[in-house]
């Protein structure tokens, strides 16, 4: 992601041998994100990821990086940590914590239709289950607790209006997690932020013209919540319209269907849906609110525009929308 601490060439061959991978060919920043620095790294081995964590620490990290292990042993198509001979896969660079991962194949779908959506309901709904007996417990570190923390801070930026949509729907999400429908809710590890780039897809050799899913990546802010809050993340960034944040009606249920051919919601999922759609809204809002008002300097930093969900907000609130129950 973006670059907030420099790695030389000789660090990266540190850890490159430690970790078995052999010599270093190439390592090249990679530009998109603004959470942590990651890097192209390829080796004698093959390609992987060398990330540098700048928020998390060393505490945190083995949930995320364990859980990634957790995943792919059940055959999950997700990026394996590499360990070393002693089976440590967190490792320290400039006294920040470090890993390394194999690079997922493909590219990103940045404009999914309907098929892409489908594989991507489908291998949510299989991540979903597959970390049911994770044994690591850490909580959605972007949940309700930091909306409640950031909103505050951030008021003194806003504009009337834009306070009161923001102060009246952290309001109604509080009231929403107090419920007893809301504790109702299944919940397990999720990704919490499975955007259109943090999928992969590569041609489908099969089927002539389409391409198949090769991957979840970017676990950095999973944790345990509600599985429906994931849904709802991936509703509101695949099956919506980039320039009004409309839901598309097709993506949509086609994304639903294919997540409840694999676990069907509850009747409670589906009456909560709506409110999620906004909860989703909400944390992205309030996270590209923070890093644009009160941004990290980074030598490759550029904040998302906060306007796109507040737009995205504004359409769940006077749209609400039920995915349709399936047969």
Same mark, same amino acid.
């Given at each position: 992601?973006?670059?907030?601490? #420099?790695?030389?060439?000789?660090?990266?061959?540190?850890?490159?041998? +430690?970790?078995?991978?052999?010599?270093?060919?190439?390592?090249?920043?990679?530009?998109?994100?603004? %959470?942590?620095?990651?890097?192209?790294?390829?080796? @004698?081995?093959?390609?992987?990821?060398?990330?540098?964590? =700048?928020?998390?620490?060393?505490?945190?990290?083995?949930?995320?990086?364990?859980?990634?292990?957790?995943?792919?042993?059940?055959?999950? /198509?997700?990026?394996?940590?590499?360990?070393?001979?002693?089976?440590?896969?967190?490792? =320290?660079?400039?006294?920040?914590?470090?890993?390394?991962?194999?690079?997922?194949?493909?590219?990103?779908?940045?404009?999914? $239709?309907?098929?892409?959506?489908?594989?991507?309901?489908?291998?949510?709904?299989?991540?979903?289950?597959?970390?049911?007996?994770?044994?690591?417990?850490?909580?959605?570190?972007?949940?309700?607790? *930091? *909306?409640? %923390?950031?909103?505050? !801070?951030?008021?003194?930026?806003?504009?009337?209006?834009?306070?009161?949509?923001?102060?009246?729907?952290?309001?109604?999400?509080?009231?929403?997690?107090?419920? /007893?429908?809301?504790? =109702?809710?299944? +919940?397990?590890?999720?990704?919490?932020?499975?955007?259109? $780039?943090?999928?992969?897809? @590569?041609?489908?050799?099969?089927?002539?013209?389409? #391409?198949?899913?090769?991957?979840?990546?970017?676990?950095?802010?999973?944790? !345990?919540?509600? *599985?429906?809050? $994931?849904?709802? !993340?991936?509703?509101?960034?695949?099956?919506?319209?980039?320039?009004?944040?409309?839901? @598309?009606?097709?993506?949509?249920?086609?994304?639903?269907?294919?997540?409840?051919?694999?676990?069907?919601?509850?009747?409670?999922?589906?009456?909560?849906?709506?409110?999620?759609?906004?909860?989703?809204?909400?944390?992205? *809002?309030?996270?590209?609110?923070?890093?644009?008002?009160?941004?990290? %300097?980074?030598?490759?930093?550029?904040?998302?525009?906060?306007?796109?969900? #507040?737009?995205?907000?504004? #359409?769940?609130?006077?749209?609400?929308?039920?995915?349709?129950?399936?047969?």
């Amino acid at each position: 992601m973006a670059v907030f601490t #420099e790695i030389t060439d000789a660090q990266a061959q540190a850890l490159a041998s +430690r970790l078995n991978l052999g010599q270093v060919q190439s390592l090249r920043g990679i530009k998109a994100g603004i %959470e942590n620095t990651n890097y192209f790294l390829t080796t @004698d081995a093959g390609e992987f990821v060398l990330t540098v964590f =700048e928020r998390l620490s060393f505490e945190q990290l083995p949930f995320y990086l364990q859980l990634m292990k957790h995943l792919a042993a059940r055959g999950l /198509a997700v990026p394996d940590p590499q360990a070393d001979a002693a089976g440590q896969i967190l490792f =320290e660079l400039q006294g920040k914590p470090a890993a390394v991962v194999n690079k997922l194949a493909g590219r990103h779908q940045l404009a999914p $239709d309907m098929f892409h959506c489908e594989q991507v309901g489908a291998a949510l709904a299989r991540m979903h289950l597959a970390g049911q007996d994770f044994a690591l417990h850490q909580p959605n570190l972007r949940g309700l607790a *930091w *909306w409640t %923390e950031t909103v505050p !801070v951030l008021l003194p930026h806003l504009t009337q209006t834009q306070n009161e949509l923001i102060s009246g729907e952290l309001l109604y999400q509080q009231q929403l997690a107090a419920s /007893a429908s809301y504790a =109702e809710l299944p +919940r397990g590890p999720i990704h919490a932020d499975l955007f259109r $780039d943090n999928v992969m897809f @590569d041609l489908d050799h099969g089927l002539p013209g389409r #391409e198949r899913l090769t991957g979840f990546f970017d676990f950095y802010f999973a944790g !345990v919540d509600a *599985w429906l809050f $994931d849904v709802a !993340v991936c509703l509101n960034d695949w099956c919506i319209n980039l320039d009004d944040g409309r839901l @598309d009606e097709t993506r949509a249920q086609a994304f639903v269907s294919a997540y409840e051919r694999v676990r069907p919601l509850s009747g409670t999922e589906r009456r909560l849906l709506p409110a999620m759609l906004r909860a989703a809204a909400l944390r992205f *809002w309030v996270s590209r609110l923070w890093d644009f008002h009160l941004p990290r %300097e980074a030598s490759l930093l550029k904040p998302h525009d906060p306007s796109h969900f #507040e737009r995205v907000l504004r #359409e769940r609130i006077q749209r609400p929308w039920h995915a349709m129950a399936q047969a």
